[in-house]
């Protein structure tokens, strides 16, 4: 029945209308300002008047150059070695001033490497910071996509039983979801304290003071993996509830056809339960994808970044220049460059688990 | 091959028994029908015999073994269910080899099975297609074609007909049949529509509130239902019950009349009446039949269904009570006019008021 409130454009622009200005107000237009700042030399409080400077800022941020060098050596001929290896000729001599290379002017080494032999080759970044950051986000993603998608399918198919208080289960592990991910990381600086930490406590006493106490957050090698691990603990449960309705989709008679036909648990898993599962994997793997790539309010409040910039992520970055260091149009430009790298994965994972007829 | 026995088997859930001690003999190739309203425990009993739901007590034995505690792989039963519970995102080829493909046979007999499976079943030529290309009367084949393939010794169908359309229904019931003919394997089939009940089975098994009503070959409940409940439920239109009063015994007869019923002498098959008692008189529809002369029952139509081959006529007797007759001929009848019906005491059923 048609009623007037189905009927009257009117109504339904008022009824709609707050979400399309608060969505074009917070999303859309800060989606095309970024893109266009991105090209300025914008900041967030100037004298000077904004100029568009083109690709300066992404040039600024993806600068990369490789030199080869070879080893210094002495009078003689001999490799200079320092402390045990060859000693290279400095890289500043070649970024700093150096009319030959006006192309490598202010970059800094990013790290190296050697093919054999005694030349080794050295990349070199415009931005080091911003490199790290890449690289941390992509370690991040790929770590964190497949062991919480997998935890989380293990948990879901866990609590998918009729057991008397299955329920409890299901709220203690989505509990960490509905906590703010601000106080998680607040408890998990805790947990992950050198000193007295709730974790290095807990490791002192199952291995009766065999294991050292750990500066998880304060070490480069493990403060990395400790946010990963505390990533993945707090968003599992979402990533299970979306498992679990996929779960449930499938019509039980399945299950019982597979029982009638001797199906192990294995085989009703695999003709079963995964084929039917498939379209939630693609939501599951694009939504951890994204999420992932997003990481910041961990970082921000557990690591700053540290130490020795092993906990960067792209949006802490932007976020960084942007704010910190009010320098906006550069923390747009990495918003754009991060959008562009979500994007392309997700059409790629579209691609690759597409329905293939 | 494989005959089926249970006894005693009872099914509970807490308090609530649904199934309340069931005794059936399957012979080896039989063809066996479960019927019985909605909420009778048809299905759950067949799924007990799946091995689906677990046997609250008693024992259910499959080829002389008893299968109470055995999974249901391990009972030899293929199941065919109402939904089809074919795999959707599997081919017809990989659906209907299944099982083969569980038990870790090789592509070679796979192909052989499948294609002979196929054969029986005419549906060689959708082997390669998916299930969402399949209309339902295929699915149903492709269900089928799950459960032949693995040769099994019991064949257990869940209402496979109920999402059919009606032409398709028929259809499928005379495939079903041949298909028996063909394998010569026992097989109970659950349904709620008599008419698959009576063409298809060997035996068949009246079931209401978890419990036996009648055991027999159709044409025996037809003929001899024991209860008023088998009476009721088997033949289309329902069988007419008339309130009668015993006038009087003899041997195994007895004398009844009412308002609107001349006094007849009926068989009491066994089942014990005293004079005065009131009681049910059971009258087909297809055994009335419209008299010229003075006739047994009188009443004046209140209704008349042409259907070509046949015409079923409501009449109000004289007391009141609807009646049901179903002539063998196209007849025309005014509303409102008076009629005298005949019937054969051979064909009627004296049951005692419940």
Same mark, same amino acid.
């Given at each position: 029945?048609?009623?007037?409130?189905?009927?009257?454009?009117?109504?339904?622009?008022?009824?709609?209308?707050?979400?399309?200005?608060?969505?074009?107000?917070?999303?859309?237009?800060?989606?095309?300002?970024?893109?266009?700042?991105?090209?300025?030399?914008?900041? +967030?409080?100037?004298?000077?008047?904004?100029?568009?400077?083109?690709?300066?800022?992404?040039?600024?941020?993806?600068?990369?150059?490789?030199?080869?060098?070879?080893?210094?050596?002495?009078?003689?001929?001999?490799?200079?070695?320092?402390?045990?290896?060859?000693?290279?000729?400095?890289?500043?001599?070649?970024?700093?001033?150096?009319?030959?290379?006006?192309?490598?002017?202010?970059?800094?080494?990013?790290?190296?490497?050697?093919?054999?032999?005694?030349?080794?080759?050295?990349?070199?970044?415009?931005?080091?910071?911003?490199?790290?950051?890449?690289?941390?986000?992509?370690?991040?993603?790929?770590?964190?996509?497949?062991?919480?998608?997998?935890?989380?399918?293990?948990?879901?198919?866990?609590?998918?039983?009729?057991?008397?208080?299955?329920?409890?289960?299901?709220?203690?592990?989505?509990?960490?979801?509905?906590?703010?991910?601000?106080?998680?990381?607040?408890?998990?600086?805790?947990?992950?304290?050198?000193?007295?930490?709730?974790?290095?406590?807990?490791?002192?006493?199952?291995?009766?003071?065999?294991?050292?106490?750990?500066?998880?957050?304060?070490?480069?090698?493990?403060?990395?993996?400790?946010?990963?691990?505390?990533?993945?603990?707090?968003?599992?449960?979402?990533?299970?509830?979306?498992?679990?309705?996929?779960?449930?989709?499938?019509?039980?008679?399945?299950?019982?056809?597979?029982?009638?036909?001797?199906?192990?648990?294995?085989?009703?898993?695999?003709?079963?339960?995964?084929?039917?599962?498939?379209?939630?994997?693609?939501?599951?793997?694009?939504?951890?994808?994204?999420?992932?790539?997003? +990481?910041?309010?961990?970082?921000?409040?557990?690591?700053?970044?540290?130490?020795?910039?092993?906990?960067?992520?792209?949006?802490?970055?932007?976020?960084?220049?942007?704010?910190?260091?009010?320098?906006?149009?550069?923390?747009?430009?990495?918003?754009?460059?991060?959008?562009?790298?979500?994007?392309?994965?997700?059409?790629?994972?579209?691609?690759?688990?597409?329905?293939?007829? | 091959?494989?005959?089926?026995?249970?006894?005693?088997?009872?099914?509970?859930?807490?308090?609530?028994?649904?199934?309340?001690?069931?005794?059936?003999?399957?012979?080896?190739?039989?063809?066996?029908?479960?019927?019985?309203?909605?909420?009778?425990?048809?299905?759950?009993?067949?799924?007990?015999?799946?091995?689906?739901?677990?046997?609250?007590?008693?024992?259910?034995?499959?080829?002389?073994?008893?299968?109470?505690?055995?999974?249901?792989?391990?009972?030899?039963?293929?199941?065919?269910?109402?939904?089809?519970?074919?795999?959707?995102?599997?081919?017809?080829?990989?659906?209907?080899?299944?099982?083969?493909?569980?038990?870790?046979?090789?592509?070679?007999?796979?192909?052989?099975?499948?294609?002979?499976?196929?054969?029986?079943?005419?549906?060689?030529?959708?082997?390669?297609?998916?299930?969402?290309?399949?209309?339902?009367?295929?699915?149903?084949?492709?269900?089928?074609?799950?459960?032949?393939?693995?040769?099994?010794?019991?064949?257990?169908?869940?209402?496979?007909?109920?999402?059919?359309?009606?032409?398709?229904?028929?259809?499928?019931?005379?495939?079903?049949?041949?298909?028996?003919?063909?394998?010569?394997?026992?097989?109970?089939?659950?349904?709620?529509?008599?008419?698959?009940?009576?063409?298809?089975?060997?035996?068949?098994?009246?079931?209401?509130?978890?419990?036996?009503?009648?055991?027999?070959?159709?044409?025996?409940?037809?003929?001899?239902?024991?209860?008023?409940?088998?009476?009721?439920?088997?033949?289309?239109?329902?069988?007419?019950?008339?309130?009668?009063?015993?006038?009087?015994?003899?041997?195994?007869?007895?004398?009844?009349?009412?308002?609107?019923?001349?006094?007849?002498?009926?068989?009491?098959?066994?089942?014990?009446?005293?004079?005065?008692?009131?009681?049910?008189?059971?009258?087909?529809?297809?055994?009335?039949?419209?008299?010229?002369?003075?006739?047994?029952?009188?009443?004046?139509?209140?209704?008349?269904?042409?259907?070509?081959?046949?015409?079923?006529?409501?009449?109000?007797?004289?007391?009141?009570?609807?009646?049901?007759?179903?002539?063998?001929?196209?007849?025309?009848?005014?509303?409102?006019?008076?009629?005298?019906?005949?019937?054969?005491?051979?064909?009627?059923?004296?049951?005692?008021?419940?």
């Amino acid at each position: 029945m048609a009623s007037k409130f189905t009927v009257s454009n009117r109504t339904g622009w008022l009824m709609a209308g707050p979400a399309i200005l608060l969505i074009a107000g917070f999303v859309i237009l800060p989606f095309f300002l970024a893109i266009g700042l991105s090209f300025t030399n914008q900041r +967030l409080v100037s004298p000077n008047p904004t100029e568009f400077v083109g690709l300066s800022n992404y040039r600024q941020l993806l600068g990369v150059a490789t030199v080869t060098l070879e080893p210094l050596r002495d009078d003689a001929g001999a490799v200079v070695m320092k402390d045990g290896e060859p000693e290279y000729p400095s890289i500043r001599s070649l970024t700093r001033n150096n009319p030959d290379r006006p192309d490598l002017a202010g970059m800094r080494e990013w790290f190296s490497f050697s093919l054999g032999g005694e030349a080794k080759t050295f990349v070199l970044a415009r931005d080091v910071v911003f490199m790290k950051a890449v690289v941390n986000t992509f370690i991040f993603v790929i770590v964190v996509a497949p062991v919480q998608a997998g935890l989380a399918l293990g948990l879901a198919l866990l609590i998918n039983q009729r057991l008397r208080g299955i329920n409890v289960f299901r709220a203690i592990y989505f509990m960490p979801v509905v906590v703010s991910i601000v106080v998680v990381s607040l408890l998990w600086r805790l947990i992950y304290d050198g000193q007295s930490g709730l974790l290095n406590n807990l490791l002192d006493a199952i291995s009766f003071g065999l294991i050292p106490p750990v500066n998880w957050l304060g070490d480069p090698s493990t403060a990395l993996g400790a946010i990963i691990a505390m990533s993945i603990w707090q968003a599992v449960g979402f990533q299970m509830v979306i498992w679990l309705s996929g779960l449930q989709t499938i019509s039980p008679t399945l299950y019982e056809a597979a029982a009638i036909e001797g199906a192990s648990k294995w085989q009703v898993f695999r003709y079963v339960t995964w084929p039917g599962l498939r379209n939630t994997a693609v939501l599951i793997l694009i939504v951890i994808t994204m999420q992932a790539f997003g +990481l910041f309010a961990q970082i921000d409040v557990m690591t700053n970044g540290g130490p020795l910039d092993s906990t960067q992520t792209i949006v802490f970055q932007a976020v960084e220049r942007g704010y910190g260091k009010q320098d906006i149009s550069g923390g747009s430009a990495i918003s754009v460059i991060l959008f562009v790298i979500v994007l392309s994965i997700s059409l790629i994972q579209r691609f690759l688990t597409r329905e293939k007829s | 091959m494989a005959r089926i026995s249970l006894k005693d088997v009872r099914k509970s859930y807490g308090t609530a028994h649904v199934i309340k001690g069931v005794d059936i003999d399957i012979e080896d190739g039989e063809f066996c029908v479960f019927v019985g309203p909605s909420g009778c425990g048809k299905s759950t009993l067949l799924r007990m015999i799946a091995g689906l739901e677990d046997i609250t007590s008693g024992t259910l034995e499959i080829g002389d073994r008893t299968v109470n505690d055995l999974p249901p792989a391990q009972r030899g039963v293929a199941m065919v269910f109402q939904s089809y519970a074919i795999f959707p995102h599997m081919t017809v080829r990989e659906n209907v080899a299944f099982g083969l493909t569980i038990a870790g046979a090789s592509k070679a007999e796979k192909d052989a099975k499948v294609a002979e499976a196929a054969r029986i079943l005419q549906m060689e030529h959708l082997l390669d297609r998916r299930p969402s290309q399949l209309s339902g009367g295929q699915r149903q084949r492709v269900a089928i074609g799950r459960a032949i393939v693995r040769k099994p010794q019991v064949f257990l169908f869940d209402e496979p007909l109920s999402n059919l359309d009606a032409a398709l229904r028929m259809d499928m019931r005379m495939e079903i049949g041949k298909l028996h003919n063909q394998l010569g394997a026992t097989m109970i089939y659950v349904t709620h529509d008599q008419v698959e009940a009576m063409t298809l089975a060997d035996k068949i098994v009246v079931l209401k509130d978890g419990q036996v009503m009648q055991v027999g070959a159709p044409m025996d409940l037809y003929h001899n239902p024991a209860n008023l409940f088998v009476a009721g439920f088997l033949g289309a239109p329902s069988m007419n019950f008339l309130k009668v009063t015993v006038q009087g015994i003899d041997g195994g007869r007895a004398l009844v009349s009412n308002g609107a019923l001349d006094p007849v002498e009926v068989a009491t098959a066994g089942r014990s009446f005293r004079a005065g008692e009131t009681a049910l008189l059971g009258l087909r529809p297809q055994y009335l039949t419209v008299s010229e002369g003075p006739g047994q029952l009188h009443g004046q139509v209140a209704l008349t269904e042409r259907l070509g081959a046949e015409t079923v006529v409501e009449i109000t007797l004289k007391d009141a009570s609807p009646l049901i007759a179903a002539l063998a001929h196209d007849a025309v009848f005014p509303l409102g006019a008076m009629v005298n019906l005949n019937f054969d005491p051979a064909r009627a059923h004296l049951f005692p008021m419940e």
